[in-house]
């Protein structure tokens, strides 16, 4: 299958975590619609259809890069247990993560300029990292997670509706 097959995949599964899950019941019942509703409005996101599957790391941020103290110049990555081919978008949210003063994604992004969707897809990308991560961990941070949702549905308002 292609990309949009296997993330409507992925976020059926976090669908399923957020409406079944005890555990995913500590986060609130408001909350947790809205992350449901915004999962179904994946086929909003503008995904350029010619986008070829990258390699990708899933969790590239600074503390996850090796540089030479002497070059600067990288040496090599670590803690790739989930790498593998994916849209790339998926990598460049994370750049932010750590050390956001090190403006890895900024850099990024002057040296390789993005489509105007990338910053809509950034943030739903981001948002279901989260909601990943809460499963996996326990980690609930209800106040980060609004946020996350706010800035989402922000951009999302700027996205033509698709006629079904």
Do not use: M
């Not at 086929?43 to 600074?62: E, F, G, N, V, Y």
Request: aromatic residues 10%; charged residues 25%.
């Amino acid at each position: 299958g292609d990309f949009a097959e296997s993330y409507r995949a992925f976020l059926a599964s976090r669908v399923t975590w957020l409406q079944s899950s005890l555990a995913a019941q500590r986060l609130g019942l408001q909350l947790r619609e809205r992350i449901i509703a915004l999962a179904a409005q994946f086929d909003r996101l503008p995904l350029s259809a010619d986008t070829l599957p990258t390699l990708i790391h899933d969790d590239c941020h600074a503390a996850n890069f090796l540089v030479d103290p002497d070059s600067q110049r990288l040496c090599g990555v670590i803690d790739p247990c989930h790498a593998r081919f994916a849209h790339r978008d998926l990598d460049l949210f994370h750049l932010s993560d750590v050390r956001p003063d090190f403006k890895l994604l900024q850099t990024y992004l002057r040296k390789s300029p993005q489509d105007e969707g990338l910053s809509t897809r950034l943030a739903y990308f981001s948002l279901f990292d989260d909601i990943k991560h809460a499963a996996a961990t326990h980690w609930d941070d209800e106040e980060w997670l609004w946020r996350k949702i706010e800035k989402l549905e922000s951009k999302l308002v700027h996205v033509p509706k698709v006629l079904a």
